[in-house]
Nanobody
Framework: QVQLVESGGGLVQAGGSLSLSCVAS????????MGWFRQAPGKEREFVAA????????NYADSVKGRFTISRDNAKNTGYLQMNSLKREDTAVYYC???????????????WGQGTQVTVSS
């Protein structure tokens, strides 16, 4: 079993930045691809970014490309999402998730965190 804990969310003004972290415990983080997803009020959960175990393959949603950066440190069992030039429409609960390597970066994912709230004000 893998437990994921996100942190780093908060309130920020439009144009600002936030850095999210996702710490994994329970099993070797390096055996998993990692994804970030978000869910805004009244909307379905959507894909934000994903990274494979070696950081060689990275995907972004078009809506965040050029503004968000996903990364990971396998030695620290931690993944990151650096969010710059934030917009009001980025307001959502952000979730990190893991899936076993070798199965691509698309859903479904095997393990999910509880989420961290990001609110962008105008």
């Amino acid at each position: 079993q893998v437990q994921l804990v996100e942190s780093g969310g908060g309130l920020v003004q439009a144009g600002g930045s936030l850095s999210l972290s996702c710490v994994a415990s329970g099993r070797s983080f390096g055996n998993y691809a990692m994804g970030w997803f978000r869910q805004a009020p009244g909307k379905e959960r959507e894909f934000v970014a994903a990274i494979n175990w070696s950081s060689y393959t990275i995907n972004y949603a078009d809506s965040v490309k050029g503004r968000f950066t996903i990364s990971r440190d396998n030695a620290k069992n931690t993944g990151y999402l650096q969010m710059n030039s934030l917009k009001r429409e980025d307001t959502a609960v952000y979730y990190c998730a893991l899936k076993k390597s070798g199965r691509g970066l698309s859903i479904p994912y095997d393990y999910w965190g509880q989420g961290t709230q990001v609110t962008v004000s105008s």
